[in-house]
């Protein structure tokens, strides 16, 4: 190994290459990576749902149920309170468990009114509920 040397009887240029410094370089550059790469993947995962232009034809088997801007609620064009959703949908389970309802939303209705009408048909047990959205 040839290192530098103070003695004047030698002359010969340093043959070695002095890769500490790359080394060094190199580990700190790994790290910035490790620690950097799962800050670059990090994404929420969803499903969304997709949107058709089919119309879907409603069978006698649906219900719609309007949600107004204001918070009114139809059930088939009929107005409904919102105390009485949950008996409502009860009902209409308990006589077909496989009965669609069809939910249709204004854009302007408040998140806490559709939040509630979720609730009241996962507590009465409804295991198709489907948002229904306007074709362009």
Do not use: C
Not at 18 to 25: A, C, E, G
Not at 34 to 43: C, F, S
Not at 53 to 66: F, G, M, Q, R
Request: net charge negative; hydrophobic share 45%.
């Amino acid at each position: 190994m040839a290192f530098g040397s103070f003695n004047s009887g030698n002359d010969e240029p340093m043959a070695e290459m002095n890769v500490i410094p790359l080394v060094d370089i190199m580990l700190v550059l790994l790290v910035i990576f490790i620690i950097t790469a799962p800050v670059l993947t990090h994404a929420v995962k969803i499903d969304m749902p997709q949107a058709s232009a089919d119309i879907n034809e409603e069978t006698p088997d649906t219900v719609t149920l309007t949600i107004e801007a204001d918070g009114s609620l139809y059930w088939n064009n009929d107005p409904l309170p919102l105390n009485r959703l949950s008996e409502r949908m009860r009902e209409v389970v308990a006589q077909d468990p496989d009965t669609e309802i069809q939910l249709r939303a204004d854009k302007g209705a408040r998140y806490e009114i559709i939040a509630q009408v979720l609730a009241a048909g996962r507590q009465a047990g409804a295991s198709r509920l489907g948002f229904v959205m306007e074709p362009e």
